[in-house]
């Protein structure tokens, strides 16, 4: 079975900068072959999509982060990390990663960011 564990979350003023981590763990398990994914949900509402990085490497950001927040990972680590920049008040929220392939997904437990001054 799966495993994600996220941290990195934390209080940090408007324009500061956090990075989350997320790291994967099972026995015999790569996280090379797993399409993985930041999520994100506030309070009171939906958990949205904020980016993604595929086995081939492609990337894809909400338009609300987009040039702020750069998703990578480190495979032989079984690590995925979510830089975030510039961060505002409406980037408050809990995050999640996941990891799936084909028709399984695994999610994280999450990790708090707070923004605010």
């Known amino acids: 079975q799966l495993q994600l564990a996220e941290s990195g979350g934390g209080l940090v003023q408007p324009g500061g900068s956090l990075r989350l981590s997320c790291t994967a763990s099972?026995?015999?398990?790569?996280?090379?072959?797993?399409?993985v994914a930041w999520f994100r949900q506030a309070p009171g509402k939906e958990r949205e999509f904020v980016a993604s990085?595929?086995?081939?490497?492609?990337?894809n950001y909400a338009n609300s982060v987009k040039g702020r927040f750069t998703i990578s990972r480190d495979n032989a680590e079984n690590t995925v990390y979510l830089q975030m920049n510039s961060l505002e008040p409406e980037d408050t929220a809990l995050y999640y990663c996941?990891?799936?392939?084909?028709?399984?997904?695994?999610w994280g437990q999450g990790t708090q960011v707070t923004v605010s001054s």
């Open positions: 990085s595929g086995t081939l490497g492609r990337t």
């Open positions: 099972a026995s015999d398990f790569t996280l090379d072959y797993y399409y």
């Open positions: 996941s990891a799936t392939q084909g028709s399984r997904r695994y």
